[in-house]
T-cell receptor, first 113, second 112 residues
Framework: DSGVTQTPKHLITATGQRVTLRCSPR?????VYWYQQSLDQGLQFLIH???????AKGNILERFSAQQFPDLHSELNLSSLELGDSALYFC????????????FGPGTRLLVL | AQSVTQLGSHVSVSEGALVLLRCNYS??????LFWYVQYPNQGLQLLLK??????LVKGINGFEAEFKKSETSFHLTKPSAHMSDAAEYFC??????????FGQGTELSVKP
């Protein structure tokens, strides 16, 4: 158990819909990273938040957005969903130190029908 | 930009045999390198990381990796495979700011 929790575990929805994925980092970790894992693209970095502020963006679509709240949990919002958005979405958290070790949650498996 | 290449999307070994999973990186600065393992229907678990303190890094479950700058490699090895080692393994490099760039993964199968 990494200490990172993600909800829900599975999500099935239809094209055009909007979903919210939630992540609670390990106690004390200020950084939250979101990654997408798909068969064709592999593991891709989406976005990084540190203590409530966006720090870096990767290959994140404009239909996707994220935020980190004062209690440090984070949400990834996916809207206007397409079939190709079906994937496993991971969040990871890290503390300070170099290099920062990222601890991954169990993921949310999203299926868009 | 940094990148990681894992040679071999699938590796099969017999139980008790040597495990060798290959990873080559591309980086313009001294890299921070990681190996993660993903068991079916689970998240990624850190096996080991290279922080420039020592070129031979020991990790969990008997795995180790050697950083070779001249070869830009960070191959993962285990002397004797166990059935429980069957999983997908990812090599990753950390970019400035902490985001991880992953290789495509290598699925390890262990035959009895």
């Amino acid at each position: 158990d990494s200490g990172v929790t993600q909800t829900p575990k599975h999500l099935i929805t239809a094209t055009g819909q909007r979903v919210t994925l939630r992540c609670s980092p390990r106690s004390g970790d200020l950084s939250v990273y979101w990654y997408q894992q798909s068969l064709d693209q592999g593991l891709q970095f989406l976005i990084h938040y540190y203590n409530g502020e966006e720090r870096a963006k990767g290959n994140i679509l404009e239909r996707f957005s994220a935020q980190q709240f004062p209690d440090l949990h984070s949400e990834l919002n996916l809207s206007s969903l397409e079939l190709g958005d079906s994937a496993l979405y991971f969040c990871a958290s890290s503390g300070s130190g170099t290099p920062e070790t990222q601890y991954f949650g169990p993921g949310t498996r999203l299926l868009v029908l | 930009a940094q990148s990681v290449t894992q040679l071999g999307s699938h590796v099969s070994v017999s139980e008790g045999a040597l495990v060798l999973l290959r990873c080559n990186y591309s980086s313009s600065v001294p890299p921070y390198l990681f190996w993660y393992v993903q068991y079916p229907n689970q998240g990624l678990q850190l096996l080991l990381k290279y922080t420039s303190a020592a070129t031979l890094v020991k990790g969990i479950n008997g795995f180790e990796a050697e950083f070779k700058k001249s070869e830009t490699s960070f191959h993962l090895t285990k002397p004797s495979a166990h059935m429980s080692d069957a999983a997908e393994y990812f090599c990753a490099v950390s970019e400035l700011g902490g985001k991880l760039i992953f290789g495509q993964g290598t699925e390890l199968s262990v035959k009895p």
